[in-house]
């Protein structure tokens, strides 16, 4: 039988919960009574995250890092150990595609930056956060990869896929090495997810633009279109995701990766 499923002041830390898949997680999280730490680069936007769950009176945090820097990652957990004495939920967010997509386009700045922002927060999170886990008997992690990091997706996303690869991977290694510590690591394999990622500047150009497209709305209904379910996931679709192996009803699932991708990994192309 499934628990009650609450969270009733978890302090949560969840990254890049300034949009999208973050801000979205940040409410469903709220909305079940955890305390959300809140973090991200711009202040602006952390702010828009917690105007909308102030209505559901929990306490929350919000902290503007650069979660590729130690020592901002050392700040941020200790600031919400001083205000909430623990951490039981790691959320990663943090992410999103460089300029290398096809091998000619790639450079050893894009491919680092790229490396930085995906993986090496996911890394420094958890490497302070584990211990403070640790030391209270338990936690859950759960960090935000994608479907590019298991199977090819029609288009060239050869860094992006590569360091998604590696989140899993290094997720894995976490979930094994701290099981019997009673902390938990997964992974959520978003697909096709209509995001304000998918409209953003990307090396001065849109996002559509680098994918061959005239205009966002073309962009959008061509990624509906490839959806066995026939449309794009919603960011809600993927913190529900998240909530759920985050919460104690996943309390025997570890060193996983869950695809929501509405049927894209099923498929395989036709002639």
Not at 22 to 44: F, H, I, K, N, P
Not at 99 to 121: C, K, P, Q, V
Not at 154 to 177: C, D, E, L, M
Not at 220 to 229: E, H, I, Q
């Amino acid at each position: 039988m499934l628990k009650k499923l609450r969270f009733d002041g978890a302090p949560v830390l969840v990254t890049g919960a300034g949009t999208g898949i973050g801000q979205a997680c940040c409410q469903v999280l709220a909305e079940l009574g955890a305390s959300v730490v809140m973090v991200g680069r711009t202040e602006e936007t952390l702010r828009e995250t917690e105007r909308l769950i102030a209505g559901t009176g929990v306490e929350t945090m919000c902290l503007t890092a650069d979660v590729t820097r130690e020592d901002a990652v050392a700040g941020l957990t200790q600031a919400c150990l001083d205000r909430f004495g623990r951490i039981d939920i790691l959320h990663n967010n943090v992410g999103g595609q460089g300029t290398g997509r096809a091998l000619s386009a790639i450079t050893l700045d894009d491919w680092n930056e790229t490396f930085a922002r995906n993986a090496t927060s996911v890394m420094l999170t958890c490497h302070a956060a584990v211990p403070i886990m640790e030391r209270q008997g338990g936690g859950a992690i759960v960090n935000i990869s994608s479907v590019a990091s298991i199977r090819h997706l029609g288009v060239p996303t050869a860094v992006y896929s590569a360091v998604k690869g590696a989140v899993n991977q290094f997720t894995r290694n976490i979930a094994i090495q701290y099981a019997k510590k009673g902390i938990r690591a997964n992974c959520v394999l978003p697909g096709y997810i209509d995001t304000p990622f998918i409209r953003r500047n990307v090396g001065g150009r849109k996002s559509y633009e680098l994918k061959g497209f005239k205009s966002a709305e073309e962009y959008g209904a061509a990624r509906d279109a490839v959806v066995p379910l026939g449309r794009m996931g919603t960011a809600w679709d993927v913190a529900n995701a998240a909530l759920f192996l985050a919460s104690d009803d996943a309390s025997y699932i570890t060193g996983i990766e869950l695809v929501v991708d509405g049927g894209v990994t099923a498929t395989c192309p036709g002639v």
